[in-house]
């Protein structure tokens, strides 16, 4: 069975720095984009960063320039390097992970059970 397991998550004060981990555990063929989202009290899922199989990045607007995106290949992993955080950066982080599966004949989308960021003085 398919999991991505999340760690990271915390309390930080303003400007403080964070860093999100997210490992693929079970039997997989490949993991392709790898990625990460936040949902805050009363609002939608919104994209954070998202890298794809060759490096390539996508930072929302509002983290450009203080999150970095990044994966480990071999061990089918993403990080999440928060810098300069907000108080409004404060949300539930989740993983997100696009993985062929060793027993399905598709890829699926699969969600990391979300780790909270509060960044609060």
């Known amino acids: 069975q398919v999991q991505l397991v999340e760690s990271g998550g915390g309390l930080v004060q303003p400007g403080g720095s964070l860093r999100l981990s997210c490992a693929v555990s079970g039997s997989v063929v490949s993991v392709n984009s790898m990625g990460w989202y936040r949902q805050a009290p009363g609002r939608q899922r919104e994209l954070v960063a998202v890298i794809r199989t060759g490096g390539v990045t996508t930072y929302a607007d509002s983290v450009k320039d203080r999150f970095t995106i990044s994966r480990e290949n071999a061990k089918n992993a993403v990080y999440l390097q928060m810098s300069s955080l907000k108080s409004e950066d404060t949300a539930v982080y989740y993983c997100?992970?696009?993985?062929?599966?060793?027993?399905?004949?598709?890829?699926?989308?699969?969600w990391g059970q979300g780790t909270q960021v509060t960044v609060s003085s």
């Open positions: 997100n992970a696009d993985i062929l599966a060793t027993t399905a004949s598709r890829s699926l989308s699969f």
